[in-house]
Structures are given as C-alpha cells and as structure tokens.
C-alpha cells in the first residue's frame, strides 16, 4: 500500500524521480533482471505496508511461464515504459506541467485531493531547483487548481489540474490501469 519514488542521484547530490512504485509494482527490478544491485535510491513517498523478499529467493520462484513470472514481465514492460515517459517530460515539458503531472501522480496513488510534501522534496522529484518549483506552484495556485499549505498541497479541482498538465499523465495512468486490468482477468 505505499509509494515509492526511483531516483536517480548526480555527484552534485541533485535527484531526479525517474520512476513511482504503488501497489502495483515493486523496487529491485535491476536485480531480477540479473544486476548485482540497483543503482538507484527508494524514497518512500506514502508510507504504508509491503513485502520484502530477499533478491535470491525472489528470483527461485520466479518459474519461467509462472504466473508470477508473467506479472513480473507485465510490470517491468509498464515500468521501464513509465522511466522512458519521465525522460521525454523532463526535456520537453515546462515545469507546471511537470509538477501538475506529479501532483495527479501523487494524488492517484494517496487516494486523496491532499498530498503531503515539501517544496524541496517536489524539486528532486522533477528535477527542478526549489526556487521555480515554488514559482510554479504560486502559478499553478493563481491557476485555481491547488491550494498549497505548508508541508500540504490540496488539489480542489484535479480536471482543472489536469488541464494544465502535459500528456505524460494520461500516458502513464494508461499503462498503468493496462497493467490493473491484466491483473484482474489474469490475461498475459
């Protein structure tokens, strides 16, 4: 039930979230692909429960042509495509709509219109200095369509939200609900 940010970390200490775990997905997927260890760091967004598999293990019962193996598959294929999405963002889209993204995001998975969150923490999420994120969000707050308080934003409006938001959004929830629905008819 929690959320996980990926980050990929630069000598200088900046980050940038490269890819959102929910309940959907799982971190370690370098691991299962035959890497010694990930690169990357796990922050936990939203706290909440999960399951934690030693990586050796983890890989024993991974059956070629199981149904965990399957599933596994399916959620790599949806993740490497949610890294891919984040890249094209981040190099072709302003900073609102990348922070209008990630906060729909971050609502989706907490199930709530308030998201709790920093400005500093935003930054790295999107790869931003904390300065134009606060920019930003005094936008996005003229815009009408969050309400920032501190260590809070609330979302009154997520369609007025999402109006200001890139494509990324929707292509992202798409692969994901894809993913739900594989999950639910047990399709490969």
């Given amino acids: 039930t929690s959320v996980i940010s990926m980050l990929a970390n630069l000598e200088t200490g900046h980050t940038s979230e490269v890819g959102l775990i929910g309940p959907e997905g799982m971190v370690g997927i370098p691991i299962i692909l035959g890497g010694a260890r990930t690169h990357d760091q796990a922050l936990v967004q939203i706290a909440g429960t999960a399951i934690r598999v030693p990586a050796e293990r983890f890989k024993n019962l991974l059956a070629i042509g199981s149904p965990l193996y399957l599933q596994i598959l399916r959620y790599t294929r949806t993740f490497l495509a949610q890294v891919s999405q ?28 308030s998201v709790v969150v920093t400005h500093e923490l935003m930054a790295g999420m999107i790869g931003s200095r904390r300065a134009s994120v606060s920019d930003a969000i005094t936008r996005l707050r003229r815009a009408g369509t969050i309400r920032p308080r501190r260590g809070t934003i609330t979302i009154p409006n997520p369609e007025k939200l999402k109006a200001l938001a890139c494509e990324c959004y929707d292509v992202m929830r798409t692969a994901l609900s894809k993913l739900d629905h594989h999950q639910d008819s047990g399709q490969p």
């Fill in 86 to 113: 984040s890249v094209v963002c981040s190099q072709h889209h302003s900073i609102d709509q990348r922070l209008a993204r990630w906060l729909l995001m971050m609502r989706d998975y907490a199930k709530s219109d």
